[in-house]
């Protein structure tokens, strides 16, 4: 009898202690994080992000960065795939360079998510979630033609073009934006590009590195502007267009006579909404990317729960195998009129402390 009662007692309490690291945190959706760097704040804040939100989904995950180097990345996504994960969000180093793990990833019937960048040459991605890169380009270019005033026929004007890095594909959409918008004013005559670099392979910026532009416009400067004046620089992301001023600054531009030519920019960095407040670089382009973050955890929870995968597109990021199913999110035009609005008071992406200014 008394046998009896221990092992029914026992039984209940199996029932009812619930076990560290039980069933339903091993069953719990696993999810690898693969980001590319964390030499620019975005991504570590978009990797951070997006952990707490899977997390607060009651998902497992596991974060790594590539530092830039691709064979770092590939091991990372091996690992993952070891691990079990089940789910891969990718934002790739090189777009291209992930063809063979993402085989392993399709063979082990893991969902791939690619991330802000799309992953080129590959069967194996189910979605892509970003913003509009074609998009991106065309409101850079749009701000340099609204400042020049082209449409007004004003010019001719020098300028100079800065691309992303050639083995992320945004960098070539971002370009193919940027010259829907110019080509008809270089060809008109109205935006000279002294250097004569208007091919993508010449105006880009392996890893989107700031001090690689930053020679790069030195080498500019030199050869073609010592009896010409620069009046505007298409630059796809606010590191490059940092490093294009002080490229400027270094030979006198910044002053009265010989002000810095209007300069575009991409993600909203601190520091280059700094510049812009202190009236070097003009413009940005905000894309939050929270937005990619909530996006990309909706996407896996709606194939937890066995519904459908909202998407935006599903004509325009082939990868070269198939056209990927995408979410796009809207990327916002910045400069020193819209910035308080748009990332303080709207989004609350920053806190007037951050960028260092006086709350309104
Ligand atoms: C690109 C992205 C840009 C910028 C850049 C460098 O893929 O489209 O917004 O973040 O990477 O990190």
Same mark, same amino acid.
């Given at each position: 009898?008394? /046998?009896?009662?221990?092992?029914?007692?026992?039984?209940?309490?199996?029932?009812?202690?619930?076990?560290?690291?039980?069933?339903?945190?091993?069953?719990?959706?696993?999810?690898?994080?693969?980001?590319?760097?964390?030499?620019?704040?975005?991504?570590?804040?978009?990797?951070?992000?997006?952990?707490?939100?899977?997390?607060?989904?009651?998902? /497992?995950?596991?974060?790594?960065?590539?530092?830039?180097?691709?064979?770092?990345?590939?091991?990372?996504?091996?690992?993952?795939?070891?691990?079990?994960?089940?789910?891969?969000?990718?934002?790739?180093?090189?777009?291209?360079?992930?063809?063979?793990?993402?085989?392993?990833?399709?063979?082990?019937?893991?969902?791939?998510?690619?991330?802000?960048?799309?992953?080129?040459?590959?069967?194996?991605?189910?979605?892509?979630?970003?913003?509009?890169?074609?998009?991106?380009?065309?409101?850079?270019?749009?701000?340099?033609?609204?400042?020049?005033?082209? /449409?007004?026929?004003?010019?001719?004007?020098?300028?100079?073009?800065?691309?992303?890095?050639?083995?992320?594909?945004?960098?070539?959409?971002?370009?193919?934006?940027?010259?829907?918008?110019?080509?008809?004013?270089?060809?008109?005559?109205?935006?000279?590009?002294?250097?004569?670099?208007?091919?993508?392979?010449?105006?880009?910026?392996?890893?989107?590195?700031?001090?690689?532009?930053?020679?790069?416009?030195?080498?500019?400067?030199?050869?073609?502007?010592?009896?010409?004046?620069?009046?505007?620089?298409?630059?796809?992301?606010d590191p490059i267009s940092l490093g294009v001023i002080s490229s400027?600054?270094g030979i006198g531009y910044g002053s009265e006579e010989l002000p810095?030519?209007?300069?575009?920019?991409?993600?909203?960095?601190?520091?280059?909404?700094?510049?812009?407040?202190?009236?070097?670089?003009?413009?940005?382009?905000?894309?939050?990317?929270?937005?990619?973050?909530?996006?990309?955890?909706?996407?896996?929870?709606?194939?937890?729960?066995?519904?459908?995968?909202?998407?935006?597109?599903?004509?325009?990021?082939?990868?070269?195998?198939?056209?990927?199913?995408?979410?796009?999110?809207?990327?916002?035009?910045?400069?020193?009129?819209?910035?308080?609005?748009?990332?303080?008071?709207?989004?609350?992406?920053?806190?007037?402390?951050?960028?260092?200014?006086?709350?309104?």
């Amino acid at each position: 009898m008394k /046998k009896i009662i221990k092992l029914v007692l026992a039984t209940l309490l199996l029932t009812l202690i619930p076990f560290p690291n039980a069933s339903a945190q091993d069953e719990a959706p696993f999810v690898g994080i693969s980001m590319p760097t964390q030499s620019a704040e975005r991504w570590i804040e978009d990797g951070n992000y997006l952990v707490e939100q899977l997390e607060a989904l009651g998902y /497992k995950t596991t974060l790594q960065y590539g530092e830039d180097n691709v064979s770092n990345q590939v091991a990372q996504i091996e690992n993952m795939i070891t691990l079990g994960v089940d789910y891969l969000v990718i934002a790739s180093i090189d777009g291209s360079a992930l063809t063979e793990v993402l085989n392993q990833a399709g063979e082990q019937d893991i969902t791939v998510i690619a991330y802000d960048r799309l992953l080129m040459n590959s069967e194996n991605v189910d979605y892509y979630v970003t913003f509009d890169n074609f998009g991106v380009g065309v409101l850079g270019a749009t701000y340099i033609e609204e400042a020049l005033g082209l /449409k007004d026929g004003e010019g001719p004007f020098n300028i100079e073009l800065f691309g992303g890095s050639p083995d992320d594909n945004n960098a070539v959409i971002n370009f193919d934006g940027v010259m829907s918008v110019f080509q008809q004013y270089i060809d008109n005559g109205q935006l000279v590009i002294p250097s004569g670099q208007t091919e993508f392979n010449q105006i880009a910026t392996l890893r989107w590195d700031g001090s690689t532009a930053q020679s790069r416009m030195d080498n500019l400067l030199s050869a073609n502007y010592t009896d010409e004046t620069l009046h505007a620089v298409l630059s796809p992301y606010d590191p490059i267009s940092l490093g294009v001023i002080s490229s400027l600054k270094g030979i006198g531009y910044g002053s009265e006579e010989l002000p810095i030519p209007v300069i575009t920019g991409q993600d909203a960095t601190v520091a280059g909404v700094q510049s812009i407040i202190a009236g070097e670089q003009t413009q940005t382009i905000f894309k939050n990317t929270q937005e990619l973050g909530d996006i990309t955890s909706a996407m896996i929870a709606a194939i937890e729960a066995g519904e459908e995968v909202e998407v935006n597109d599903t004509e325009t990021y082939d990868n070269g195998v198939k056209v990927v199913p995408t979410y796009m999110a809207e990327p916002i035009s910045v400069d020193i009129d819209n910035y308080y609005e748009v990332l303080i008071e709207d989004s609350g992406y920053y806190t007037p402390e951050e960028l260092g200014v006086e709350a309104r």
